[in-house]
């Protein structure tokens, strides 16, 4: 909003007049006003209220509630070619600003890369970054515009406020305590109704296998996710079991660890190795005299006595293993 275009104006503004320079006093006309209480209205009505003559306090509730709430969008089009609309009653996006930032709930996983967004009558515009299955349909998504291109800013799970990039990851920690969206592996379920997100990861995975599978053998499957098809159409899912085992990167080619799979379990093992020992030769045991000798067999295969504990292992601390979703 502006001053008006009025010749009745002083230095552009409304003034109250000066007979003694001869400077008549401004008229607020009804275009005046109206244009005053329009801009009004739409302030109000952008905060989610209906415009109440009697309620003095709309103004400052309006500007509140906006401050405190991200801008959602109704969202169209396909998975990658999005369309932001401004839901009716609000004010619709006309301009954009460096480092402006617009949240919504993704309709549907992303495709391929070269991914575009339009916001009401503005151009359509690039999503830089993503490339296929990398927008996931019902994440809270947050977009970052800068020089004519968008960027994501964030995207949570909208029920625990956990990041997607955090979901079904290994987290170790120093108590054994869950936090929000937090879940111990420890073959625990969840169906995917409930967590469609972290399903949409772990299905992707490799180390995602049929329940039935993984329940054959719970030792050799235990870094595995397990599923189950429902009627329903939707997945109960297991969650990999880590307790009492060390965690080793996976070798994924590279000739170190030779022929693991991703998530598979390894038993402990010694390196193959040998021993040297010496044997003096006629060895003579007690007292002997004249030619009398007694000689003590040497057994090559004879076993040692047992020495040791349950398993092979270095020194450690039993710390917690848990993931988000």
């Not at 969202?75 to 009653?89: D, M, Y």
């Not at 180390?207 to 329903?232: H, M, R």
Request: proline share 5%.
């Amino acid at each position: 909003m502006n001053y008006p275009d009025s010749n009745d104006l002083y230095n552009g503004k409304f003034t109250d007049g000066d007979p003694l320079n001869a400077i008549p006093a401004s008229i607020a006309s009804a275009d005046h006003m109206n244009a005053i209480y329009d801009e009004l209205k739409a302030l109000i009505t952008a905060g989610g209220l209906a415009p109440d003559f009697n309620d003095l306090a709309q103004v400052s509730q309006s500007v509140g509630s906006q401050l405190r709430s991200k801008r959602l969008f109704d969202v169209s089009g396909t998975a990658n070619a999005i369309l932001l609309t401004t839901p009716a009653g609000k004010q619709p996006v006309t301009t954009l600003n460096n480092y402006d930032e617009f949240s919504f709930i993704v309709a549907a996983t992303n495709t391929a890369s070269g991914m575009t967004i339009k916001i009401d009558e503005l151009a359509v515009m690039p999503l830089a970054g993503p490339v296929a299955t990398q927008i996931f349909e019902t994440a809270l998504l947050t977009v970052r515009y800068i020089n004519g291109v968008f960027y994501v800013a964030d995207q949570v799970n909208p029920q625990t406020g956990v990041r997607v990039s955090d979901i079904a990851k290994l987290y170790i920690d120093t108590v054994d305590v869950l936090g929000v969206g937090e879940y111990a592996l420890d073959g625990a379920q969840f169906s995917s109704r409930n967590h469609p997100l972290g399903w949409a990861i772990v299905s992707a995975s490799s180390n995602c296998i049929d329940q039935a599978t993984k329940d054959s053998d719970p030792i050799t499957y235990g870094g595995y996710w397990g599923f189950v098809a429902e009627l329903d159409g939707s997945f109960t899912v297991t969650l990999p079991m880590i307790g009492g085992e060390f965690i080793r990167m996976f070798d994924d080619g590279r000739g170190v660890d030779v022929g693991r799979e991703f998530g598979s379990w390894q038993a402990d093992e010694f390196k193959s190795h040998t021993h040297n020992f010496s044997l003096a030769s006629n060895n003579r045991l007690g007292n002997t005299s004249g030619n009398a000798r007694v000689e003590q067999p040497i057994d090559n295969n004879a076993p040692t006595s047992f020495t040791g504990g349950n398993e092979t292992r270095p020194r450690s601390i039993a710390y917690y293993g848990k993931t988000r979703l």
